[in-house]
C-alpha cells in the first residue's frame, strides 16, 4: 500500500527509522502516513499467518494498524503523530 | 452537580455548548487530541487547515462547530487525547486514560456522544494492505492531505460513497469506479421520501452528477467478488454487474463501505438497554427524541445512539443537554426544546427515506464464501463461523452470537467485533435460518478499546 500525497504535500522533512532503515516523512504527518506514503509497504503482519496488514479504519477503532515505537511501546499508527527521531518497528 | 460529556463530535458541542450557557462547568474528554469528531476533525497543526477546501460544502457548518468547540475549552474541564474505557453506572464512574496515565471521572450525570464508524461487509481480499473504510479514505485525504492509493476504487452504499468519490477526484485522485450495491430501482424508490431532505438530498445529487460528468466510471447494482491483491498491496477489484456479467478494474487500492454503526460500547457498559432499529439494520441504545434513556443520570446524543449525521447530532447535543437540566430541576427554555424536538422529529423522517436509499446489504455478507476472513483480528474465517450453527458442532450449535463468539473467537479479538459484528451476525442468522434480530448482539466489554497493562494509576507518577 502505498498512500499518495495529493495536497500539503511541502511540509518541513523529518527523519524517522522502520525496523532500522531510514525513513523521510513529513511534520504533522501520523505513523500511518509517514510509514505508507514513505514506501514502507506494510505495517504488521496478521499473527494468523494470513498475511501483512495496513491498518482499516484510520480512526483508532479496529486496532490493525499497531506499530512498536522505541520508549513508546505498541501505538497505533493511525493515531500517532510521527516525530523526527522515532524508532519504529512493524506491529 | 458534576456533569461529564463524552465526546467532542457535533453532538458533544452542542452539548457542552448548552450546559455553560447554563452555568456548569462540565468535565469534558475525547479521544482525539483536537476534538471536531470524525467528520469535522481537523487536520495537526502543520497542515493546512483551510475550512473551505477541507469540509466543502459543510465548511460554515465545520467552521461554526469549532469555534464554539474553542470557545468552551476554557470554560469547561477540557480533557482531550483522554480516552474512556469504562463507564460504572453503579457508583456514576468514568474510567479513562490520558498518554498512558488513568483516571477517574465522577458525576452525576453524563451525557455519551461517542459517535459511530463505518459499518463493512467483508470482501475476498479485504485484508490485503490499500483496502480501508470510506471513512478512513476520507481521513486520510482531509486530515493528512492523502489519498489511499494513486488508482482508487470505491465500493460500497449511501452518501459517504458518492462524497469520499468526489472528494478524491476534486483533489486530483485517480478515481477508477465508484460501485454502488444498491440498484438504481432501489434507490428510485426511495426517491420521494429523500425530497424532505432538501440540501442534503440535492448535495448527493450533485456529487453523482459531478462525477458523471468526469467520466468516472460508475456501476450499480453491483455484487462484490474479489479485491485481489500480490505481495503486500491491491492490484484489482472484481465484480458482477447487475445483470450478471463479470467485471474488472485495476486499482491499488479499494475504500469500501455500507454506512455507519453507532460506537455504543459505553452505553451499552452503563447497562442501557438496546434495540434492533429495523430501518437502520442496528443494535442502537433506547432512548427517548431527548436523550433520556431509563438508567437515572444517563443520557445519549449524536451518531452513538443511532445513525442520523452531523446536523442531527448537533440538534440531539443540545436537546440532550436540555434534558440533563431539566431533569435536575432547573428551568429550560420550553419553546427551544419544543423547536428541537420538532427539527428531530422532521429529520427522522429523511432518515428512514436515506436507509431505504442504501439497505445494509444483508445477503452480500450472508452470501460470502467459507474462505473469506471474517474476523480481522483473529483471522477467522466465514466457515468457521457457519460451522458452529450446525447441529453437529461439536460444542453444540451456537444459537445465538455471544454463544458463537465463545465457540469461534468472532469479535473475540481487540477491535471486539466493531469491524465483522454486522456482517458476523448476517451470516450466522443465515445458517440458523432465523431473522438478524433474533440472534442478538456481541456484548461490550471493558477496556472498550485496548489499553496498556502496565498503565500506572495517577498517583503513581511522581
Known amino acids: 500500500m502505498k498512500l499518495r500525497r495529493l495536497r500539503d504535500a511541502g511540509r518541513p522533512r523529518i527523519l524517522l527509522t522502520l525496523e532500522g532503515e531510514a525513513l523521510e516523512a513529513q511534520a504533522g504527518d501520523t505513523l500511518l502516513t509517514a510509514l505508507l506514503a514513505g514506501g514502507a509497504g506494510h505495517l504488521r503482519d496478521s499473527e494468523f499467518g494470513d498475511g501483512p496488514r495496513a491498518g482499516f479504519c484510520l480512526m483508532g477503532a479496529c486496532q490493525d494498524c499497531w506499530v512498536v515505537v522505541e520508549g513508546q511501546g505498541r501505538v497505533r499508527a493511525c493515531a500517532t503523530l510521527a516525530e523526527d527521531g522515532m524508532r519504529v518497528k512493524r506491529g | ?462
Open chain 2, 1 to 462: 452537580m458534576r456533569i461529564a460529556v463524552v465526546g467532542a463530535g457535533p453532538a458533544g458541542v452542542r452539548a457542552v455548548q448548552t450546559l455553560v450557557a447554563a452555568g456548569h462547568r462540565p468535565a469534558w474528554l475525547d479521544e482525539a487530541p483536537d476534538g471536531g469528531g470524525r467528520i469535522y476533525q481537523r487536520p495537526p497543526a502543520a497542515l493546512n487547515r483551510d475550512a473551505k477546501m477541507l469540509y466543502g460544502f459543510e465548511a460554515k457548518r465545520a467552521t461554526a462547530l469549532h469555534d464554539t468547540l474553542d470557545a468552551m475549552k476554557p470554560r469547561t474541564d477540557w480533557r482531550p487525547d483522554t480516552f474512556v474505557w469504562h463507564i460504572r453506572p453503579g457508583v456514576k464512574r468514568l474510567q479513562t486514560l490520558h498518554r498512558g496515565v488513568q483516571a477517574v471521572v465522577d458525576y452525576d450525570a453524563v451525557l455519551l456522544c461517542t459517535g459511530a464508524m463505518d459499518r463493512v461487509v467483508p470482501v475476498p481480499g479485504w485484508t490485503l494492505p490499500g483496502v480501508t473504510t470510506m471513512g478512513a479514505a476520507q481521513i486520510a485525504l482531509k486530515t493528512q492531505g492523502c489519498g489511499i492509493g494513486s488508482r482508487v476504487a470505491f465500493l460500497g452504499s449511501g452518501p459517504l460513497l458518492w462524497l469520499v468519490a468526489y472528494q478524491y477526484a476534486r483533489a486530483g485522485a485517480d478515481v477508477v469506479a465508484v460501485l454502488d450495491t444498491t440498484s438504481f430501482a432501489t434507490k428510485a424508490r426511495a426517491a420521494f421520501g429523500l425530497l424532505r431532505g432538501g440540501a442534503t438530498f440535492a448535495k448527493g445529487l450533485y456529487y453523482i452528477g459531478w462525477l458523471r460528468a468526469h467520466g468516472i466510471r460508475i456501476d450499480e447494482g453491483v455484487t462484490p467478488v474479489a479485491i485481489e491483491g500480490a505481495g503486500s498491496g491491491v492490484t484489482g477489484l472484481d465484480w458482477r454487474d447487475a445483470r450478471g456479467r463479470a467485471q474488472r478494474v485495476d486499482c491499488d487500492a479499494v475504500g469500501i463501505g455500507w454506512g455507519l454503526r453507532p460506537e455504543a460500547q459505553l452505553a451499552d457498559l452503563a447497562g442501557i438497554p438496546f434495540r434492533f432499529d429495523a430501518i437502520q439494520h442496528n443494535w442502537v441504545p433506547e432512548r427517548d427524541l431527548a436523550g433520556r434513556t431509563s438508567v437515572e443520570g444517563h443520557y445519549l446524543a449524536g451518531d452513538g445512539a443511532g445513525i442520523g449525521g452531523a446536523e442531527v447530532a448537533e440538534l440531539a447535543g443540545a436537546r440532550a443537554a436540555l434534558a440533563l437540566l431539566q431533569d435536575a430541576g432547573a428551568a429550560v427554555d420550553a419553546a427551544e426544546a419544543a423547536r428541537l424536538d420538532r427539527a428531530l422529529t422532521a429529520a427522522g423522517r429523511f432518515r428512514v427515506a436515506l436507509e431505504r436509499a442504501s439497505p445494509y446489504p444483508a445477503h452480500l455478507a450472508a452470501g460470502l464464501p467459507d474462505d473469506t476472513i471474517l474476523c480481522r483480528c483473529e483471522g477467522l474465517r466465514v466457515g468457521e463461523l457457519r460451522a458452529a450453527a450446525a447441529e453437529e458442532y461439536p460444542a453444540g450449535r451456537a444459537p445465538e452470537m455471544n454463544r458463537a463468539k465463545a465457540f469461534t473467537r468472532t469479535g473475540m479479538g481487540r477491535c471486539q467485533g466493531r469491524v465483522c459484528g454486522a456482517a458476523a451476525a448476517e451470516i450466522l442468522a443465515a445458517a440458523l435460518g432465523v431473522p438478524v434480530d433474533a440472534i442478538g448482539r456481541l456484548r461490550g466489554q471493558p477496556p472498550v478499546k485496548p489499553i496498556p497493562i502496565v498503565a500506572p494509576p495517577a498517583e503513581a507518577v511522581p
